[in-house]
């Protein structure tokens, strides 16, 4: 082989060397990017969720009921209330030193398009107070209708009592229930109904201790 020939390999197996380092230098700040990004993506969800959760807390209990509903914590049993999180709050509705009522988080998983959150408000008599959906992943146009920003449907639980677990009527009419569900979309409603059910269950199994008020710093 001659030194010309030799050459070439050398700047050749060069070249190749720089490039594979090039793309090597490439996939790894792209894999750095993704995850940063991934990172930021679930934070931010957080957030959003965090955030309604806030504006769900005052528009279940209007702030002249209790100002300081954010303060008024109690630690819940998550897997209750089908949550997987290892520390969940509700609050307490406090006027002077009476539970008014609690809002508490709760979560199906048999959504059409996924997992549903809520936020359910219920009255120390067990009425209703407030129903607000917090996240979904249902379809536009159909089961999107459970988000009060699209429809007034969860107002239909206000003031709702629910007569025992074995009630017949707390269900969507299509199974013999009370409830509206939307045309073409069943699935959905009827999930957020079982939802709110789940809530009402931990209510009655937990009265004592949720309406009992803590001395919580104001």
Do not use: C
Not at 35 to 52: L, P, W, Y
């Amino acid at each position: 082989m001659s030194e010309e020939q030799q050459n070439q390999e050398i700047s050749f197996g060069g070249s190749i060397g720089k490039s594979m380092l090039g793309i090597g230098m490439f996939a790894i700040l792209a894999a750095g990017i993704i995850a940063v990004t991934q990172v930021s993506t679930k934070d931010q969800i957080a957030e959003n969720i965090r955030a309604a959760q806030s504006r769900a807390l005052f528009e279940i209990f209007p702030a002249d009921i209790d100002p300081h509903l954010f303060d008024h914590t109690v630690e819940l049993a998550a897997d209750e209330l089908n949550l997987e999180e290892e520390a969940v709050n509700g609050y307490q509705v406090i006027d002077g030193e009476t539970v008014k009522g609690v809002i508490l988080p709760v979560r199906s998983e048999e959504g059409y398009s996924g997992n549903i959150d809520l936020m359910v408000g219920i009255n120390a008599d067990s009425s209703i107070a407030g129903v607000r959906i917090i996240s979904h992943k249902e379809t536009p146009g159909l089961g999107d209708k459970i988000d009060r920003a699209k429809s007034l449907w969860v107002d239909s639980f206000i003031g709702k009592i629910r007569q025992g677990s074995d009630d017949s009527r707390w269900a969507v009419k299509k199974d013999g229930g009370q409830f509206d569900q939307f045309t073409g979309a069943t699935i959905t409603p009827r999930a957020v109904v079982g939802a709110i059910g789940t809530a009402i269950t931990y209510f009655e199994n937990h009265r004592i201790e949720l309406l009992q008020a803590k001395e919580q710093s104001q």
